[in-house]
């Protein structure tokens, strides 16, 4: 498989930031979705990024109308690798296209309009939830922890899985072996 291109939609900086990571192990150009679709051809293959919103892959809908996505990362506050049947469900995402979590992270004050007011509920309302939850396991600690004092979670080591399934297919390209 020949991937062309990282292409990302970003809201608060944290999926840029894990596309500019990506592109830094891979070698591929990194692009946000309005200039990809001005400088890339008309079915580019590429990985495409995107923040989550209520369970949406931000751009998703978008990309798929241009390029040829060939796997999806949804970039948001859980734990990376979680909530992969959620996502694929609520984007109706192929079975077949690699679907991966990366734990973002979050900034209330780079938020706007009506993210800034829906985050602000959902911190009042879920931030009490586990507040006054007794046995909360460490992911629920560190939701608390972001929603209450904000935070990132980007990491190199969030890639390990992407990075994976992104050197298997090149390398199975290569040898001429299907991935």
């Known amino acids: 498989m020949k991937i062309d291109a990282i292409v990302y939609t970003s809201n608060t900086g944290f999926t840029r930031q894990y596309a500019e990571l990506l592109g830094k192990e891979t070698g591929l150009?990194?692009?946000?979705?309005?200039?990809?679709?001005?400088?890339?051809e008309q079915d580019a293959s590429i990985i495409y990024l995107g923040w989550l919103m209520a369970g949406k892959v931000k751009g998703y809908a978008e990309a798929i109308k241009r390029f040829e996505v060939e796997s999806v990362c949804g970039v948001g506050m859980g734990s990376t690798g979680s909530q992969l049947q959620d996502l694929r469900k609520s984007n109706n995402l192929p079975a077949k296209l690699p679907v991966f979590t990366l734990q973002?992270?979050?900034?209330?004050?780079?938020?706007?309009?009506?993210?800034?007011?829906?985050?602000?509920?959902?911190?009042?309302?879920?931030?009490?939830?586990?507040?006054?939850?007794?046995?909360?396991?460490?992911?629920?600690?560190?939701?608390?922890d972001l929603l209450l004092h904000g935070g990132s979670r980007v990491s190199a080591d969030n890639l390990t899985a992407v990075l994976q399934w992104y050197r298997s297919s090149v390398e199975d390209a290569s040898t001429g072996r299907e991935a």
């Open 104 to 144: 973002g992270g979050f900034n209330m004050q780079k938020l706007r309009g009506v993210y800034k007011m829906m985050m602000t509920v959902m911190k009042k309302t879920a931030g009490k939830g586990l507040a006054d939850k007794k046995d909360r396991t460490p992911e629920e600690d560190d939701m608390l």
């Open 29 to 40: 150009p990194v692009y946000d979705l309005s200039d990809a679709v001005k400088t890339l």
